[in-house]
RNA sequence: UCCCUUGUAGCUCAGUCGGCAGAGCAACGGACUGUUAAUCCGUGUGUCGGUGGUUCGAGCCCACCCGGGGGAGCCA
């Protein structure tokens, strides 16, 4: 009869206790005994905490092999669950047998028992999911995806897969990332100018930067549709909260207008944080000791009140009335700069809030023009310490009004023509908002730099793995 | 991209006035009857980010370059 393998995660709970199993994973840590025998601390992922298993010195490799058994080095263990006589766990294993699958040399592996710095961290991308934190982060954003897919799957919507590669700018705003396959020591010239009609494409084409408007194709046919993807930005931009590569989820619904758009946005949020905290306990509970105490409180208290809305001209109200210093001064028309946004989240309202209906000159041309004629329907969801964790609005469904706009913003009307045949052919108020994955793992975790919430993230000068 | 700051042992950092490169942790050797960042004793660690300059002499002063962090802008 083989011994069953089970995980870590099955080997910690105190139904385990008796059984004899097999567990796989890699050592935390090795802790020698005076009484001539061994605590290893093994970990295999599925979980936060460790198992702890007890080599006696009576195995046949112990003093060979389990008294120089290194951090990191994977094994496999077989032995009896038992209730632990220690402090600091449920479970232990008494262990019959350590086979070592593979040494993780002690002078030569790169992590060590103590804390490392983030920074330090993101040089050995590689191994840092080895970690406690980026491991509870690993888990946390698996999580948070998972409910993604389960909120809008059990709510009617269709997941759609929009392009990477595109021809079309959304934003109407360049920074995009060029993809060519023509040879960059030898371009074809034309009149002094790249002849970009013997690319790939017989075009220019880009990595996307959102999937909003090919999105709209669907939300125009199936009603409800998110997509989930990977997006690009090649802007300059070096902070702890940017990345030049990063996840977003763009829902998009037909017949939806901004305040139904806005709900939708909440009841999302809320329950990407209610799965976190039922399904994520240990790992919520490290960041709570270890990261940023009192987040996991902070998320609660999100759930029990609804989201605070507020229009653009209130919230500059509130900021000139607030009497508040500013390094930027306040005036209706400008767009709010990061300490505007922070002492509305941070300080007025202390949780999430919507802003709502912003001046048409700061906001994009497919946002719906109010009757006012100044303001457009869009939507920021600002929450504490990240700030903008989402951005959307009620698209434009009158082809007259956006056509014009997009004159105004200088794109040109006959390269979208299929973004206005939606409009030309039954068009339908619609509306949508874009959410970074990162920037809501970070507001869960408490995590201050975006960096250490992707696993391989990407920055202006940094490509590595 | 701009402002501020930082780069010294495997890791975290100290290094005074310009004058022999030094601590803790890890590692390694040993001790210790159940440990939880185990403890105790002992041992070694170097392209001082790079290039050039000033100087009898540079980790330290100057110039340029590269990387990290914080803030700003752009946004999700």
Redesign the pocket.
């Known amino acids: 009869m083989t011994t069953a393998w089970i995980s870590i995660k099955e080997s910690r709970k105190a139904e385990s206790i008796g059984q004899t199993v097999q567990v796989r994973g890699w050592v935390r ?1 090795r ?7 061994s ?1 290893i ?1 093994v970990n295999d992922g599925s979980c936060f905490g460790n198992l ?1 298993v ?1 080599a006696d010195g009576s195995l046949a490799n112990y003093a060979s092999e389990i008294t ?1 058994l ?2 990191g080095s994977s094994v496999v263990i077989s032995g009896e669950i038992k209730a ?6 449920a479970t ?1 294993m ?1 262990a019959s047998e350590v086979r070592i699958t593979g040494i993780a040399s ?2 030569d592996y ?1 992590l ?3 804390q ?5 961290l ?1 040089e050995w991308a590689h191994l840092r999911p080895r970690t406690n934190t980026f491991g509870a982060v690993a888990r946390v954003r698996n999580r948070l995806s998972f409910a993604t897919h389960e909120f809008f799957q059990n709510d009617g919507f269709f997941y759609v897969h929009t392009p990477i590669i595109t021809d079309s700018d959304c ?1 109407g ?1 360049g ?1 995009m990332f060029r993809v060519t396959t023509l040879p960059l020591d030898k371009l074809p010239m034309t009149d002094g100018k790249v002849d970009m009609s013997q690319d790939f494409f017989g075009k220019s084409s880009y990595l996307t930067v ?1 999937g909003q408007l090919e999105g709209e194709t669907y939300a125009t046919a199936l009603g409800k549709i998110y997509t989930f993807g990977p997006t690009f ?1 090649a ?10 590569e ?1 996840w ?1 989820i763009e829902p998009e619904m037909a017949f939806f207008e901004l305040t139904d758009n806005m709900t939708l946005a909440e009841r999302y949020l809320k329950h990407m944080i209610r799965e976190v905290l039922v399904h994520c306990p240990e790992d919520m509970d490290f960041f709570e000791k270890r990261i940023q105490p009192g987040v996991t409180a902070a998320l609660q208290l999100v759930l029990d009140k609804p989201f605070t809305r507020m229009s653009y001209t209130e919230a500059v109200d509130i900021l000139i009335k607030s009497g508040e210093k500013f ?2 001064p306040v005036a209706w028309g400008v ?1 709010l ?3 505007h ?2 002492f509305i989240t941070e300080k007025h309202i202390q949780g999430p809030v919507i802003l709502y209906n912003y001046p048409k000159e ?1 906001k994009s041309f497919y946002m719906r023009l109010n009757d006012d004629g100044k303001t457009v329907a869009a939507m ?1 969801v600002l929450v504490p310490g990240v ?5 959307g609005s009620q698209r434009e469904e009158r082809l007259d009004v956006l056509t014009e706009r997009m004159v105004a913003s200088g794109l040109k009307a006959e390269d979208y023509w299929w973004y206005l045949d939606l409009r030309r052919f039954g068009t339908v108020p619609h509306a949508g908002f ?3 994955l ?2 809501m793992v970070q507001y869960t975790t408490g995590m ?4 250490d919430v992707i696993p391989f993230p990407r ?4 490509c590595d793995f």
């Open positions: 840590t802790r020698d005994s005076k009484g001539g025998f605590f601390e702890q007890i120089s290194s951090v632990s006589a220690g402090q600091g766990q232990e008494f002690a002078t790169p060590q028992k103590k490392h710095s983030f920074e330090k993101r934003e705003a920074q959102s930005r802007e300059n931009s070096n902070t702890s909260r940017h990345l030049s990063f977003m390094e930027y767009d700069q990061a300490e946004e922070r700061i920021d700030g903008e964790i989402i951005g874009g959410l970074g990162e920037r201050a730099n975006i960096r920055s202006p000068g940094n």
